[in-house]
């Protein structure tokens, strides 16, 4: 068997050792992804994002653990997914998407100590994304390991990220569903407010709710959606949810308004449109990516370099080096 098949079979390491090769961008990951592709489509993505520390690690695994014990839960397609993942409940993929450097890996480590009571579920798989270098890269791998883990017959992928920096939300973007999470006594200001955060969000979550300013927080963000602050799905009502993800509270609601977006979703065709706009957004990042990759390997030993000694000196400016560079190869 090869690595597609085997993912598809169900082999947990084989879809960790995949991932790995996403991130590594190898010509088996590519050949890989290239065969389960017609096996993916029918996953449920929810992007959880917000400052750091506002308590989204622990969220999403208090979100597994809920879907992992109510059996019921209409989120699944009804189609028989693929093997070796049916349990109790639906399944559930977590890819922490970490800014940190892999050596640092401090937040990394907290996460997989938060994350130990979920291993050992089979219906669960938990991935840690690596940034290497280019933020650029991270996306594209992020978005690859979603469509591997997609394939491999999770029902729901949970991806978190760092509410910070553009490559991070368009990350963030590329979900069906995006659950924006603030915490109270972040300063006066909501911080979503200013990261650009509040115009994707399709479900708010206070967490923390258990602290002071609960309260001023989720009224602080109801005024600014009703400022119109979202603009994304004007027939959606972004629902406020509290939560104290540390006790477990409120988890049920959150997981709530997640399966009514998805059926708003599914009944106002938004689906498909969503569908599409990942479809729109893998295809470009790779696009632009391909493209660099071959200008760069195009141009002439020191031809890079000559013209950032350029711009520095003040000789040109960087659009008119830009139009050399892309014109010479
Ligand atoms: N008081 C309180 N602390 C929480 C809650 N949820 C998470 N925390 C704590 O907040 C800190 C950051 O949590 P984490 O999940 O790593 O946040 P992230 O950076 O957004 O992923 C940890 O020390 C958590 O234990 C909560 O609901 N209430
Ligand atoms: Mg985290």
Do not use: Y
Not at 17 to 32: F, M, Q, S, V, Y
Not at 78 to 88: K, L
């Amino acid at each position: 068997m090869d690595l597609a098949q085997q993912v598809l079979a169900g082999d947990r390491r084989a879809l960790a050792r995949l991932i790995t090769h996403l991130e590594n961008d190898t010509p088996i990951g590519r050949a890989a992804l290239a065969a389960l592709w017609p096996h993916t489509g029918r996953a449920h993505v929810a992007g959880v994002t917000g400052p750091s520390g506002v308590g989204k690690s622990t969220l999403v695994n208090e979100i597994a653990k809920h879907l992992r014990s109510s059996p019921l839960s209409p989120l699944p397609t009804g189609e028989a997914r693929g093997a070796g993942v049916r349990g109790e409940g639906q399944t559930v993929a977590i890819v922490a998407v970490d800014p940190t450097s892999p050596f640092s890996g401090g937040a990394i480590l907290g996460d997989r100590i938060r994350m130990r009571d979920l291993s050992g579920d089979p219906g669960v798989f938990i991935r840690s994304m690596a940034t290497r270098g280019r933020l650029g890269g991270l996306a594209r791998a992020t978005g690859e390991a979603v469509r591997a883990l997609d394939a491999a017959g999770f029902d729901l992928i949970l991806v978190e990220t760092v509410g910070a920096g553009q490559s991070e939300v368009e990350i963030a973007r590329t979900a069906h569903s995006v659950i924006v999470v603030e915490a109270p006594g972040l300063g006066d200001d909501i911080q979503a407010g200013k990261a650009g955060l509040l115009e994707i969000a399709d479900i708010l979550v206070v967490n923390k709710a258990d602290q002071p300013g609960a309260d001023e927080a989720v009224r602080a963000l109801r005024g600014m959606l009703e400022l119109g602050r979202s603009k994304r799905d004007s027939d959606w009502d972004v629902p406020v949810c509290r939560a104290s993800a540390l006790s477990g509270q409120g988890i049920a609601e959150i997981v709530q308004a997640v399966e009514a977006h998805r059926a708003h979703l599914a009944a106002a065709g938004q689906l498909a449109a969503r569908e599409r706009e990942r479809v729109v957004e893998e295809i470009r990042a790779l696009l632009s990516e391909a493209l660099m990759g071959r200008l760069m390997t195009r141009l002439a030993n020191g031809q890079f370099d000559a013209a950032v000694e350029r711009v520095l000196d003040r000789t040109s400016d960087p659009r008119r080096e830009v139009e050399r560079l892309a014109q010479e190869t």
